[in-house]
């Protein structure tokens, strides 16, 4: 059953660090990027679906929805950039990686059963390596993942989603970075149209589930609606 499998599978790739009893996961329909031979900012743009909390493998109820909710990542320095190539010589993917940074997303949200309102911030360190890896052609197809620290919510989105302020870690995955600008001999490139996943666990101490944040998270965003290509489109926002 791929269920089980893919829960089995985040078991045994995911760093015992990374578990947590419970986390907040929500996706992006739009995103940015802009890397280079400096650093890399990713963002995830006003275009968030619904929050989900997730306790013990179980989906809580949750009224409270993303209203205009964003996130900025930094990178630090590049710290390296390689290449593969074809049978001609050509470079087919370039991977780059990036020292940690600083990750803080803001949350502006709705409750559909008060209509009250709840904003404020969560921030987290990057823990480096940030990897983007770039499939070079006519449409250059950027993915980008890393991993976060130790976390804090600002105390209202906290206590409107019922969790603790303080976090454990968390993951960030866009693998739908396309419509690429440069090549790998750029000092500046951009991508956009990407989709980003994210994942903040949270510490409960009522429980000792086992759950791996990025393959859950992925498993969270795969059952809630079905794999979908967007349109093809070459403006850029």
Known sequence: ???????????????????????VFTTSDESRIAYGDGGALHEGLFFFYDLELWRGGVAQPLDWQNN???FDANSGPLLSKTFETNSS???????????GGAFQMWFDLFNSATQETASGSFVAPILGPMILTVYESSEDSVQASYQLGHGIFDADVADALGIPRTTIGG??????????????????RTAWEGAPDVTIDVPEPTSLVLLGAGAVGWLARSVRRPARRRPFRHDAR
């Open 68 to 70: 205009a909710t964003h």
């Open 1 to 23: 059953m791929r269920t089980a499998a893919v829960l089995a599978l985040s078991l045994l790739i995911v760093p015992r660090s990374a578990f947590a009893d419970a986390f």
């Open 89 to 99: 010589g050509e470079v087919v993917k370039t991977t780059y990686q990036y020292d």
């Open 171 to 188: 993951f960030v995955d866009d693998p739908y970075l396309i419509f690429g600008t440069g090549d790998p001999t750029s000092p500046h």
